[in-house]
C-alpha cells in the first residue's frame, strides 16, 4: 500500500493507495502512529485510491481511532469508493467513522471546529 | 298615355319583384337543402331526404330514387309509386327512364308522354335526373307536376342541383365508410398479427444450442412460421416454413400448421419428421387447403444432442445450409419430398447426419433468395451460400443480424411488391463448455494475499464475473484466506492454505480448507457483525456470511476447516 503525506494546517492528511488488507493494515497503522507520537493528532485520511478494504483493515481503523482518541486527536475519511462505502455501511462502522464525501469538505471540518 | 305607360311599367316591376322574390326563395331553399343533405352520412338517410326535397322542390306527384348496385338497377326510395311500375316504363332506345338517363349522363323533361306510355299508364309528364357521385349510379325520377303544366327549365336546374348534393353526399359517405371499414379491419389485423407473434417461440434458450431467428411480416400477418419446440433436454425439433402467399389467407394455413404440428408433439407419438410431415401434408389437404392454389415449403429437422445427430426432411423448400466445422464444409440441405399441403398421400424421406460442436444451420424464408434490387436482380441462392460462407465465422445471432443487414442493404430502392415476408433460424450446436476448475495453495504469511488478489483476477476473468460479484469475492475469499492464516495457522508458514473455485452452471463455489486444529465449527458459525462498534476484529465471518448467497463451514476429515462460499452469477 502506498500512503502520500501531505499537510494542511495542524491537519495531516494521508492519501492511501491500494487494498486496505491485513498485509497493509500494519504499514497505515504505523504511519499514523509515528504521526501521533510527533503530536500531530488531527489525522486525515484520503481513501480514493482504495479499492478494496475487509474486515482486518477494518480493524486496524478502529484499532487507529482508538489510538486517535488516546491522544485527543480526530481521525476522519473521505472519498471513499461505492464499494468500500459499502462495507462500511454493512459492518455499520458508517456510524463511528466521521466520513466526509470529498477532501476539501473533511479539511473544512477541521476550520469550522478551529474557529468554534 | 303616360299614365298608361306608367302603369305597365309599375306592372312590370312588380311581376320582375315577385319573380326575384320566388326565385331568391328557391335559391333559400335549395341551400337549406344543400346543407341538410351534404351533413348526412348515411346513405339510406341520405337518399329519402334528397327524394322527398327533389319531389317538393319540383312539385311533382310521386318519383322514384334508382341506384344501380353491382350492374342492377334497383328502386331505393319509392315515393307514392309502386317499384315495378318504374321498372316497366320503357322510354327510348328500349331502356327504361331511369337506364336512358344514366347512359346519356343528363336530365330529361317530357310534359307530354301520351305517345310514349300505354296510355292506361297515368303518367302525363316526367322530369329525371343522373347523380353524378363516383361512388354510386343512381337516379330520380318525378312523374306529373303538381299544377298540370308540366315541368319547368327551372325545375330542372334544381333537380340538377339536388341531385349534385346527394352526389356529394353519397361520396362523402363512401369515403367515411372506406376508411372506417379500413380503420377496423387494420385494428382486426393488428390483434391478427399479435395472435401469431404469440404462435411463434418465446424463448430461444437451449442448452448446447445458440438460436438466432428474425421475423419480418411484408404485411400485418405472414405466412412465415418458424419454431423450435424441445421435446426435453438434449432433443429439439426446429423447423421454418413458407406458405405460399402473403397476409391473411397465408397467415390462416400458417396457423393451422403451427396446431397440427403441436398437436403432434403433445399426443406424445414418437417424434420422426417424416411422420409430422405427412400427417400434416394430409391434413392440410383434406381439411384445410382442399385445392386450393396454397401449399407450404417446410424445413423440419429433429436434433438429439446426446447422440449428436440431426434427422431432417425438406417439404420443398429453399435448401438451409448446412456447415460442418470439422471439414469446413457447407452443404445445401436437399429435398425429402416435395411442397406439403397439395398431394395428400406422398411419401416423405428423412436423411439423419452427424452433428458435431462447431456446426451450423441456417434455414431462411424464400423472401430472403427472392429480394430483388433496384435493376429487378434476384438476391438468389449462390450469393446466400457465399454470404452464409463468409459470416461462419460470427456467433449465430450476430450473423443472424448481418444477413437482415446484407438483404435490405442488397433491396434498397426495390419496388414495394417484391418485399416478402422475411424469416431467418441459425441454429449453432456450441463447443461443450468445461468451464475449468482452479486451485491455488499458499502458504501461511501475509505476503501471499498480493499473490491471492491476483489469483483471483484470473478466476474473475475466466468466469466472466460482474464487477460487483468480483469485488465482494475479493472481500470475501481474503477474508477466509486472512483467517486460516491468522487463526487456524498462526503464521506457520509450513500450513497452507487451499483455494479450490469451480463453477457449474451458474453458481460459483469457492472453498477455502486450511490445516488447523478446529474441533468444534459451532462456535466459529455463530460469528457475526454484531461484535460491537468498536472491536478490532470478529467482523470477517460476518462480513463473509452478509456478502455471499451462502456460507457452509465444515470439518475436513484430515482435520482443519473448509468455508464454502457459494455465489450465484448473474448475467451482465
Not at chain 2, 331 to 355: C, D, E, H, N, W
Not at chain 2, 503 to 518: P, R, S, T
Not at chain 2, 534 to 562: D, F, N, Q
Amino acid at each position: 500500500m502506498e500512503i502520500q503525506v501531505n499537510e494542511e494546517g495542524k491537519t495531516k492528511i494521508l492519501s492511501l493507495e491500494g487494498k486496505l488488507d491485513l498485509a497493509n493494515a500494519a504499514k497505515l497503522k504505523e504511519s499514523v502512529i509515528a504521526l501521533l507520537n510527533e503530536g500531530k493528532t488531527q489525522i486525515h485520511l484520503n481513501m480514493k485510491q482504495v479499492d478494496f478494504i475487509n474486515s482486518s483493515g477494518l480493524g486496524a481503523l478502529v484499532s487507529l481511532m482508538k489510538e486517535v482518541r488516546v491522544h485527543k486527536g480526530r481521525l476522519t475519511l473521505s472519498d471513499l469508493a461505492p464499494y468500500v462505502n459499502e462495507i462500511f455501511e454493512i459492518t455499520q462502522l458508517s456510524h463511528v467513522f466521521e466520513i466526509y464525501k470529498t477532501n476539501d469538505e473533511a479539511l473544512a471540518s477541521y476550520n469550522t471546529v478551529m474557529t468554534d | 298615355m303616360q299614365l298608361d305607360k306608367l302603369y305597365d311599367l309599375e306592372e312590370k316591376i312588380f311581376e320582375l319583384e315577385t319573380r326575384l322574390e320566388g326565385k331568391s326563395q328557391e335559391v333559400r331553399s335549395l341551400a337549406n337543402i344543400a346543407t341538410v343533405i351534404t351533413s348526412i352520412l348515411d346513405i339510406e338517410t341520405v337518399l329519402s331526404v334528397a327524394m322527398e326535397n327533389s319531389i317538393r322542390q319540383v312539385g311533382g306527384e310521386v318519383g322514384a330514387l334508382l341506384i344501380s348496385e353491382n350492374g342492377v338497377l334497383t328502386v331505393k326510395v319509392a315515393w307514392g309509386v309502386d317499384v315495378s311500375f318504374v321498372e316497366k316504363l320503357k322510354y327510348k332506345d328500349n331502356l327504361d327512364i331511369a337506364r336512358f338517363c344514366l347512359k346519356n349522363k343528363q336530365s330529361i323533361i317530357e310534359n307530354d308522354c301520351s305517345h310514349i306510355f300505354p296510355v292506361d299508364i297515368p303518367v302525363h309528364s316526367f322530369i329525371a335526373a343522373p347523380i353524378p357521385a363516383k361512388s354510386a349510379e343512381a337516379v330520380i325520377i318525378i312523374f306529373n307536376k303538381e299544377n298540370g303544366k308540366g315541368f319547368s327549365v327551372a325545375d330542372r336546374e334544381s333537380l340538377n342541383m339536388i341531385c349534385r348534393f346527394t352526389s356529394i353526399s353519397l361520396d362523402n359517405t363512401d369515403l367515411l365508410n372506406t376508411q372506417l371499414e379500413k380503420q377496423k379491419m387494420d385494428q382486426e389485423l393488428s390483434v391478427a398479427r399479435e395472435v401469431q407473434a404469440t404462435l411463434l417461440p418465446s424463448s430461444m434458450e437451449f442448452e448446447g444450442l445458440q438460436l438466432a431467428s428474425t421475423y419480418i411480416p411484408a404485411r400485418q400477418v405472414s405466412g412465415d412460421y418458424y419454431d423450435f419446440i424441445p421435446i426435453d433436454k438434449n432433443r429439439i425439433l426446429f423447423l421454418l416454413g413458407d406458405v405460399t402467399n402473403k397476409g391473411v389467407p397465408a397467415a390462416l394455413v400458417m396457423t393451422s400448421v403451427h396446431a397440427i404440428i403441436h398437436a403432434y408433439v403433445n399426443s406424445k407419438l414418437p417424434i420422426r419428421v417424416t411422420d409430422i410431415i405427412c400427417q400434416l401434408n394430409d391434413i392440410l389437404c383434406n381439411d384445410v387447403i382442399k385445392g386450393r392454389e396454397m401449399f407450404i415449403t417446410l424445413f423440419m429437422a429433429f436434433m438429439d444432442l446426446k447422440e449428436g445427430t440431426m434427422e431432417y426432411c425438406n417439404g420443398g423448400h429453399p435448401p438451409p445450409f448446412y456447415y460442418r466445422a470439422s471439414k469446413k464444409l457447407t452443404q445445401r440441405l436437399k429435398p425429402g419430398g416435395t411442397l406439403v399441403g397439395q398431394f395428400a398421400g406422398l411419401p416423405y424421406r428423412s436423411t439423419k447426419i452427424k452433428i458435431f460442436p462447431g456446426d451450423r444451420i441456417f434455414t431462411y424464408s424464400d423472401g430472403l433468395i427472392e429480394a430483388e434490387n433496384r435493376a429487378g436482380e434476384l438476391y438468389g441462392l449462390d450469393r446466400l451460400e457465399e454470404f452464409f460462407k463468409a459470416g461462419i465465422m460470427l456467433d449465430a445471432k450476430r450473423f443472424d443480424n448481418v444477413v437482415k443487414e446484407e438483404i435490405e442493404r442488397f433491396s434498397v430502392g426495390s419496388r414495394e411488391e417484391s418485399i416478402d415476408d422475411f424469416t431467418t433460424l441459425v441454429v449453432d450446436v456450441l463447443k461443450e463448455e468445461k468451464k475449468k476448475s482452479f486451485e491455488f495453495v499458499y502458504r501461511s504469511s501475509l505476503d501471499n494475499l498480493q499473490q491471492l488478489y491476483l489469483d483471483l483476477a484470473s478466476v474473475i476473468d475466466e468466469y466472466n464475473i460482474g464487477e460487483k460479484l468480483a469485488k465482494s469475492l475479493n472481500v470475501t475469499i481474503s477474508e477466509a484466506v486472512t483467517n486460516s492464516i491468522i487463526h487456524a495457522h498462526k503464521y506457520d508458514e509450513s500450513k497452507k492454505v487451499i483455494l479450490k473455485m469451480s463453477l457449474n452452471k451458474k453458481q460459483l463455489v469457492a472453498d477455502i480448507l486450511d490445516e488447523g486444529k478446529c474441533c468444534s465449527v459451532s462456535t466459529i458459525k455463530d460469528h457475526d457483525l454484531n461484535v460491537g462498534f468498536l472491536a478490532e476484529g470478529g467482523r470477517g465471518l460476518g462480513l463473509i456470511k452478509k456478502l455471499s448467497e451462502e456460507v457452509i463451514i465444515s470439518l475436513r476429515p484430515t482435520g482443519g476447516l473448509r468455508v464454502r462460499i457459494i455465489n450465484i452469477l448473474k448475467d451482465k
